[in-house]
């Protein structure tokens, strides 16, 4: 009976919009529950560590475009995109439950390549899967993905709690996740035209494996463990570099500034960008679905992240007042701005 | 590309089946992982209590019908169905994660109104709303709900653990929610084909409150505390009677004998089937969403247990190679079988 209702379209408030909206007035009751909405993860005291709980839909047509997409890379990345969630909280995860509606075009082995997919990322990372739902749609595929992880509540990282002049740091490189798409897209029109057409898919290696099959960084939650560093604040790239800036900054009540020139564009990516007339950077900034962590760190902590192979400090924090920039390579300072996946980047 | 699998339909093997089938070879790795999948939630380390999580789909077509099913009360629904789950293991509700997926066709209202329901529910039972996703979707309404509850270890009450000659229990009246629906359906059936005719829904207001608006059974769960009984197995009554009792006997490895006579039956629900040509023990049996408690006892509790307003003994266990059956009214012996809501109920 949704006929009664004024209209006010979704897209007025977009996602994060519309969260803000239809959470705004939650008031947390029970003492187990340490942080509710609003970061990569909830928090919930589990006797002498705390646990971190987050969940994903993934829906077809909207993030996957089952034409292109493998079954069980769909149901490796389904899984492996939440797994961050719990990395950018500091954390390790232990458990998965998983909840599947598949249309009546969907059949059995079909379903069996997507968990055959979600078991490997499991058994890479050392998750139980414990439980969730199976059931029918009437078109379409939707995965829901829970995942619990863990950690001594010390070492939780959030993202409001960044500081000003705090260095701002990367992992891995950015971009690679969408211009992988860009590729699959690209092949998808070629074999829409022409079904025998064979999809070039050499020399894309890298930025293909990006976009396919996303590695949760806990390799470098342990690094900064080993190295004695905790985060001021973190979180993980989904929508893009600068979105998730911005979530930091708004959540910390901080500014920042982040420096073109120390952005970390793999090779691959940048080539490709060049090849689709797109600007290596934007695409960095607003690609998204490269899983890195994007964290802030003291000041003092400089000497031990430079030793650190694999994170590039891009920039720092600054007072709320001073706004959220970017200074390009030359030299010009220009006011990021969150274009996200939703808004700026047609998806399949 | 779904298209190179080979091809077994969905059902083929129906819901449980599927779940049998994709999670047979799970082996648990983490201490913290208590019970995995085939319960109803996930057992979970949590200090020095244990975490029971639970996860459920709700999708548009499939589970509800957005033509005549307000929206606020398909969001208490959502929550109350999944905290039954909880419910059934003998434990309480603490928190509770959404994901919702909606297409252009829902407004911004229509989401609070869907949103207005859950808080609801979550405020009556003391549940905190601590994450999730709000995302779109191509066509249609996916709301995925996780659970989170709590109780003691050694009061946790799986379905596994019923023994020969425990007596069988069930709280409430069974069939009602499904004689709801059928009055909803029949309304807009009429409404469908004269949108000016007013829903003639008086008289029938308990069984539309067991399909608007069901409530997980969590005075039972205080009763049985109260009373010092500790059930020996525990489900909810999401399917049907019939379906619920096959799933303690076929995970606790024994049969079952019920009684026709002693399955309590709301006479407003008796009335209605009458009316509807339906026969009130096989809606009691198959019709589902009822989300009563259906447990088993010691023979030792029955004094106890005979006390208690609002539970029915409605039968016993027996050893597994006697098989599961109905004694009829006429004192016939009939096998017990599982008609669910995917095989024999017509959902809309």
């Keep these: 009976m949704i006929e009664n209702a004024t209209k006010t379209p979704l897209s007025e408030y977009g996602e994060f919009g519309l969260i803000d909206l239809l959470t705004k007035n939650i008031q947390l009751k029970n003492p187990s529950t340490i942080l509710g909405v609003g970061d990569d993860a909830a928090i919930i005291q589990a006797g002498d560590r705390q646990q971190l709980v987050s969940k994903d839909l993934l829906i077809e047509g909207v993030h996957f475009d089952i034409r292109y997409y493998p079954l069980k890379h769909l149901g490796y990345k389904a899984i492996a995109v939440n797994l961050s969630d ?8 232990e458990q998965i439950l998983v909840g599947i509606a598949a249309s009546s075009r969907y059949t059995v082995e079909a379903l069996e390549e997507i968990y055959a997919g979600m078991y490997l990322c499991c058994e890479h990372y050392g998750v139980d899967l414990v439980g969730g739902d199976t059931t029918s749609s009437l078109s379409g595929l939707c995965i829901s993905i829970t995942v619990l992880g863990y950690a001594k509540a010390e070492k939780i990282v959030r993202r409001s709690t960044a500081q000003t002049n705090d260095l701002i740091c990367v992992s891995g490189d ?7 798409l860009m590729v699959l897209e690209r092949e998808k029109e070629v074999f829409l035209k022409d079904p025998k057409a064979q999809p070039d898919l050499e020399g894309f290696d890298y930025i293909l494996q990006r976009q396919l099959k996303p590695s949760p960084r806990f390799d470098i939650v ?3 463990e080993e190295n004695n560093i905790l985060p001021t604040a973190m979180i993980d790239i989904s929508d893009g570099l600068a979105s998730e ?18 952005i970390p564009i793999d090779i691959q990516t940048n080539d490709t960008a060049m090849d689709f007339s797109l600007i290596p950077t934007t695409i960095a900034l607003n690609g998204g679905e490269d899983y890195e962590l994007l964290f ?4 003092s902590d400089y ?6 192979k694999d994170i590039s400090v891009i920039g720092h924090m600054n007072d709320e007042k001073e706004g959220c920039y970017l200074i ?6 220009i006011p990021l701005k969150a274009q996200g996946w939703d808004a700026y980047i047609k998806r399949p």
Tied chains: 1, 2.
């Design 245 to 262: 800036i911005l979530h930091i900054c708004k959540q910390s009540h901080k500014g920042c500034t982040l420096y073109e020139d120390k």
């Design 303 to 308: 000497e031990k992240i430079k030793t650190i």
């Design 296 to 299: 802030t760190v003291k000041q």
């Design 174 to 180: 950015l971009g690679g996740a969408y211009m992988g």
């Design 86 to 93: 719990i990395a950018a909280m500091n954390a390790k995860p």
């Design 222 to 224: 342990d690094l900064l």
């Design 328 to 333: 390009t390579n030359d030299k010009k300072s």
